[in-house]
């Protein structure tokens, strides 16, 4: 039987883990997909492909020629259009859909958290006063805290935003995940933050930012996920993890061996 093709929208921890898993295992010809944000990207060790496709429209036409059996949406929980561009491309082309989506963060004893519905509203929850904030919330959602200009920020992200895109008072560092608890206390200790803004990414590359805040008693704005993409009937998969992923492409393969053999 001729290996199945796979196309794993990716940008997430867990992309990244199931191209591993799939590296080498014959069963399966995966590509994997990167929007091309990260200017450094780590590669993948399957085939690879970088940039967007052009809406729906383009993702479709990609399922179609070079072509793929299954498509794997493991994006950021946060990229929203990818998303819902995959649910869409799916529907029209009728190829199966599995999306990867790692649980969200929930608070245990300790935490002090406030969760916001978005970036603008997280911005607006850090109050008038003039605080010391560590912000990592990724580049491109700096605009609102442009807007809260008495504060300041700690921004960290992979890249470095561009200098027009900053608060006022801002210093930026670049750091790429994951981070170890004792790193994340010594950072918020040494630069004296007072509230942490991250997004509820969930998973465990990211999530020593919250135990340290909780361990030093610092309140956390936790912007919360956007929406679900509306699936409007159709009849996607969901995994939590690579692991999850890869036992149902298995399953796949599995159903289409004993199709052949019948
Ligand atoms: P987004 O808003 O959902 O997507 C915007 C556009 O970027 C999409 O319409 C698509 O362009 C392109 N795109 C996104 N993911 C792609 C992929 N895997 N392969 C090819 N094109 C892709 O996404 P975003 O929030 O800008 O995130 C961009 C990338 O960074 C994603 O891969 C995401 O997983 C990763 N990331 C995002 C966050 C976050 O917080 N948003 C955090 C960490 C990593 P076309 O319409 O032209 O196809």
Redesign the pocket.
Known sequence: MAPLRVLI????AE?SALARLLAGDDRFAPVL??????KAPVLPPIPH????????E??AQWLGEPGADFLICA???????????AVEAARRTGIPLLIVERPAWSPVDGDLWTGVADMAAAARALGEAPRRVLLT??R??LAPFVETPQHAYLIRSIDAPPAESLPPSAEVITARPPFGEACERRLLEARRIEVVVT?N?GGGDTAAKLAAARALGLPVILVERPPAPDLNGLDAQHAVDADGAMAWLAARHEAASRLLRV
């Open positions: 929208l990716g940008g997430s992309a997909s990167l929007a091309g944000r990260t492909r970088i940039g967007g496709f052009g809406g729906v383009g993702l994006t950021h929980p946060f990229a929203a259009q990818m998303r819902r561009n919330v990724g491109k959602d997004k990414s």
